[in-house]
């Protein structure tokens, strides 16, 4: 992997926008009530506390890849629906158009978004964020 100036191709890079928007994100002022920013180099090393009340540092678990998916909607069909599928069918979601879409990890719900285009490619900005201690409490409680 060759180590290049990013600032030297940043015309060519298709991350460049990516890394834009994100930077604009972190220009704005994070909401304490949800948790801050999502990363950033100078975010402090993020701890817990023990059920015994010690400090225990969670930075080893950080780098653990998940699923990041993000859903239009939801319907049920039978098998028969499924199996007369072709291209060109529609499939009706419950999703109303120009609802938030629901951003997932792993399966559960963390924030809802609109989407966005950056360089012809999907995005999403994310305009609810589920709390973190609502997010535990999804987790423990199964859904």
Partial sequence: MATEDPKDNAEEDPMAAWAE?????????????????????EAPPRQAFNKDG?????????????TLSVELGRTKVPIKYILQLAQ???VELDALAGEPMDVL?????????????????????????VTPSERLRRVSRGG
Avoid at 21 to 41: I, N, T
Avoid at 54 to 66: A, K, S
């Fill in 54 to 66: 010690t400090m225990q540092d969670i930075n080893m678990v950080l780098d653990i890849p998940v």
């Fill in 105 to 129: 990890v792993n399966g559960y719900l963390i924030a809802q978004g609109e989407v966005v285009v950056v360089n012809d490619k999907f995005g999403i900005r994310l305009t609810d964020v």
């Fill in 88 to 90: 060109g069918s529609v």
């Fill in 21 to 41: 928007a994100l930077e604009e994100q972190k220009s704005a002022a994070p909401d304490p009530e949800q948790g801050g920013p999502l990363s950033g180099a």
